[in-house]
């Protein structure tokens, strides 16, 4: 490929641009290598105590308040990630669905053809729209999502569930939607071609061929709503993020560590699970076997 | 015998670029003909008029007796129902199953909901007969394996299948052979050939093979800058005829360089 002049210059300004845009954001938001460093020297202490913690991870409760008939610590670390685990699996259980539907009305390779000027203007219409509701659901982070609905709603593990599906279905519904679109159209135009129906053509024709990339898909969002609930913790639903909350909150750093290293071994046990699906769903060259 | 096509003065434009120019031809029920002529003759444009998934810009089509210009969405659907296609490039769903990508063969005259029932839950019936079906074509044993996993002349036999589950009384194959090794491309073709004879059905091919068109087909139609150049039985055609299809023109030569 050649190289013109010109474009090299473009790219070495847009870099530039780039640098000096960091450089005015970071002086305004008073940025400075110092802001790592603590305060004062019991801050230093408890800096090197917690990642010392990390050698050490509790085996038994640093608090000594804990009534002895109370499960171990670990047993209860272990119902915190399953508790997490449950809480994205739900969570996954009505984004996807919302996301299918969001996913089939967001894109396009469903509509008739040919189409009046009224229908195109109706699917268009439709197609917007649902982009518009999709954006917005994934536009508020599920933390602050979290806040607004267990506000109105009191802590309740329904509400907590609803506050991570709902930017989950929006980003699942947007790559969803995608996904659909950019499967060819051989498939679809060979049964178009022999009285198939649009909507009959999406749904035994091109759905099926994206579904193998829709099931990937899933399944790394699936892995992202483990993070998502764990951290939901923080505001008070009972995942292992809410114990780990609690232990950091009276320094109990063993503690924190017992838990990280819990929902550590659970990400990763996920990431293999989604490894081996992956390998099978592309070893067929796609899955969807019934 | 009543007619399968009837096309008077058909064209199809491109933006700028004529694909068929004023096309006449009748075509009846039960004949087999091959389209020839070199890539941008117009053939995948005939083949679609022919389909009626492009609609002649000017000219009179009438498909099995029905003048396609009379026809709205509906009519036009059935109408496509009642003809089978082999695209160049089949079109089949690549994860789904034989089984399943054949049952897709009858979408056309099956409700929607029917449709995803077949990919899930296949009647028994059904099944039994897309397995007679696989059996004709060579690849009974490929019931329940996935397309993807397929050779390409295997691909090409579930495609026929699909065609022929559908029970058209047309089918058309664009390029049937374009992808295959030239020993399958002649069992492909005679394939074609015969089973139009078992069940009936036109058969209208195109095909860039001008020896396979005529050992096979008693009846060549020779296409070049989308017009008809000859129409005729393999015997009576001559090799200058022939020539003149693929011979570039002195303008052709200008654009192609």
Not at chain 1, 239 to 254: A, D, K, N, P, Q
Not at chain 2, 83 to 92: A, N, R, S
Request: net charge negative; hydrophobic share 45%; proline share 5%.
């Amino acid at each position: 490929m050649i190289t013109t002049p010109g474009k090299f210059g473009r790219r070495r300004w847009v870099v530039l641009g780039i640098g000096l845009l960091f450089f005015l954001c970071a002086k305004d938001l008073g940025l400075t290598p110092a802001g790592l460093i603590p305060p004062d020297e019991t801050r230093w202490e408890r800096t090197g105590e917690f990642f010392k913690a990390a050698l050490s991870p509790a085996f038994d409760y640093e608090d000594a308040n804990v009534p002895d008939d109370a499960d171990p610590i670990w047993i209860k670390g272990l119902k915190g990630v399953f508790l997490t685990l449950k809480f994205a699996f739900g969570a996954m259980s009505l984004a996807i669905p919302a996301a299918l539907v969001m996913g089939f009305f967001g894109s396009s390779s469903w509509w008739p053809e040919p189409r009046g000027r009224l229908l195109a203007a109706l699917l268009n219409a439709i197609y917007f729209s649902t982009r518009f509701l999709m954006s917005l659901l994934r536009s508020i982070h599920e933390l602050i999502w979290a806040l607004l609905i267990l506000s109105a709603f009191g802590v309740s593990p329904l509400a907590g569930m609803i506050a991570l599906a709902l930017p989950f279905s929006g980003t699942l519904g947007k790559v969803f939607s995608e996904l659909i679109d950019e499967e060819t159209r051989e498939a679809a135009n060979a049964l178009r071609a022999i009285g198939h129906r649009p909507v009959q053509t999406f749904l035994v024709g091109t759905l099926p061929a994206a579904l193998p990339n829709l099931i990937t898909y899933s399944f790394y969002r699936f892995e992202c709503a483990l993070r998502s609930s764990a951290v939901l913790g923080f505001v008070g639903i009972e995942t292992i993020g809410l114990y780990i909350e609690l232990s950091h909150e009276e320094f109990y750093y063993r503690e924190v560590w017992t838990y990280f290293y819990l929902l550590l071994a659970l990400i990763i046990v996920v990431d293999f699970w989604g490894a081996g699906i992956r390998k099978r769903l592309n070893s067929n060259s796609g899955g969807c076997r019934t | 015998m009543s007619s399968a096509f009837q096309l008077n003065g058909v064209t199809c434009r491109f933006r700028d670029l004529v694909a068929v120019d004023g096309v006449s031809l009748s075509i009846d029920e039960g004949e087999q003909v091959a389209f020839i002529g070199p890539s941008g003759s117009g053939k995948t444009t005939l083949i679609r008029v022919l389909n009626t998934t492009l609609l002649p810009d000017e000219g009179e089509l009438s498909i099995l007796g029905e003048p396609v210009a009379d026809h709205g969405v509906a009519a036009l659907r059935l109408l496509r129902a009642r003809i089978g296609t082999m695209p160049q490039h089949l079109g089949l769903v690549e994860n789904l199953t034989a089984i399943q990508n054949v049952i897709l063969g009858r979408g056309g005259t099956r409700s929607t909901l029917r449709s995803v029932r077949d990919l899930l839950l296949p009647d028994s019936a059904d099944a039994e007969k897309i397995h007679q079906l696989l059996d004709r074509v060579g690849i009974e044993d490929k019931l329940y394996t996935q397309v993807a996993k397929l050779s390409g002349g295997q691909k090409q036999r579930v495609a026929i299948a699909r065609a022929l589950f559908q029970e058209p009384e047309i089918l058309l194959a664009d390029e049937p052979v374009s992808a295959v090794d030239p020993a399958r491309a002649r069992d492909t073709v005679k394939l074609l050939t015969e089973l139009s004879g078992e069940h009936g059905f036109t058969l209208c091919v195109s095909l860039h093979h001008v020896e396979l068109a005529k050992e096979f087909f008693p009846r060549l139609i020779g296409l070049r800058a989308g017009k008809i150049v000859f129409d005729s039985a393999p015997d009576s055609l001559t090799q200058s005829e022939l020539d003149g299809l693929y011979e570039l023109s002195d303008e052709e030569m200008m654009t192609d360089a």
